[in-house]
């Protein structure tokens, strides 16, 4: 993951910059398939991971 700007971030997504921000900053909720996107976008994968609760 290199120094991206949002826009080039952004770009690669196909997107608009104000979406990266705002995966960046945490705001909102967005889906799985733009996590992916923006993932792929920095050079990285997204992982999804379930683990059984462990009993108190």
């Known amino acids: ?3 991206e700007t ?3 971030v952004a770009a690669r ?3 608009t910059q104000s979406v990266a921000a705002r995966i960046e900053s945490g ?7 733009t996590v ?7 050079g990285a994968r997204a992982v999804v991971r379930m683990e059984p609760l462990t009993a108190a």
């Open 1 to 3: 993951m290199g120094l």
């Open 6 to 8: 949002q826009g080039e």
């Open 13 to 15: 997504m196909g997107t």
């Open 27 to 33: 705001r909102g909720t967005p889906s799985m398939r």
């Open 36 to 42: 992916q996107r923006f993932a792929s976008a920095v």
